[in-house]
């Protein structure tokens, strides 16, 4: 492939998240540059492409609903059981893989974003994030269930971030200007030290794809694009909550799928 390519081209462009094994091919032969125009072109999305996400998010949600999670944690059942009935109910609605580790968490570890489900019986709060794959593209939500007093206030701020985000977001907007409508409500509540990651990704054909909902994004929403919706609160050692959807972009933000945010 290579040889095919010499003479013709002289400057060859690349994404930057191409594997170095393949950029190690190319590098002697062509002048090589890591530029972000795929990147941009991807973060539009097409109908088909926001179809077969909600399709992969209708698989990951009736998958949700199938594993009874009140019942397993009435039931004392383990995380990483759990977790692997998620995967295995979303493979049998249709889709090929899960789009990221199954993260079902409990207690004091999910005040840690990313912590993967343990042999231990689910505790409280419970929190879960996963997301399905389907003909290629990815789905991704989370949801927390909550039981006592201070679980149930944390909850209400966060889904408060979540909603609000959700309604601000405007094609013409700054990427930036989301993430400070959540993180400014969290703020207000004295809680601004414990959300720790940016306010929601773009996805599609990868679980996180440019632009973000970041701090520092000052990329222009557009129609079409694709993005997540994640505030979260992690009081280290007791707990945390986060909530998560998936929005498309038109002249608003319209959240795909129908899970609610209190699961009962």
Not at 103 to 111: D, H, M, Q, V
Not at 225 to 238: D, F, N, Q
Request: with cysteine; net charge negative; hydrophobic share 35%.
């Amino acid at each position: 492939m290579v040889d095919d390519l010499k003479g013709s081209i002289k400057k060859l462009a690349i994404e930057p998240s191409l594997e170095y094994g393949t950029y190690e091919k190319f590098r002697d032969d062509f002048e090589i540059g890591a530029v972000d125009f795929v990147n941009k072109q991807r973060a539009i999305k097409t109908s088909q492409e926001i179809f077969k996400i909600e399709e992969a998010t209708e698989i990951a949600q009736q998958a949700f609903r199938q594993i009874k999670i009140i019942e397993k944690h009435e039931y004392g059942e383990r995380e990483n059981m759990v977790a692997f009935e998620l995967d295995k109910y979303m493979r049998e609605n249709g889709a090929s893989e899960p789009s990221f580790e199954t993260i079902l968490t409990s207690g004091a570890n999910s005040s840690l974003p990313h912590a993967v489900p343990t042999q231990n019986k689910i505790g409280n709060p419970i929190l879960i994030d996963w997301g399905a794959k389907y003909l290629g593209y990815c789905s991704d939500n989370t949801r927390t269930l909550v039981y006592s007093e201070k679980q149930h206030e944390i909850f209400d701020i966060v889904a408060e971030a979540h909603n609000k985000a959700i309604h601000a977001i405007r094609p013409g907007m700054k990427c930036c200007e989301v993430d400070k409508v959540a993180r400014d409500i969290i703020s207000e509540y004295g809680y601004g030290d414990k959300f720790i990651h940016s306010t929601g990704h773009s996805l599609g054909l990868d679980i996180h794809e440019p632009p973000s909902f970041s701090p520092k994004d000052e990329t222009i929403i557009e129609k079409g694009m694709v993005m997540t919706v994640e505030p979260g609160i992690y009081l280290e050692g007791e707990f945390g909550v986060r909530l998560e959807d998936t929005v498309a972009i038109d002249n608003k933000a319209r959240i795909l799928g129908k899970l609610p945010l209190v699961i009962e």
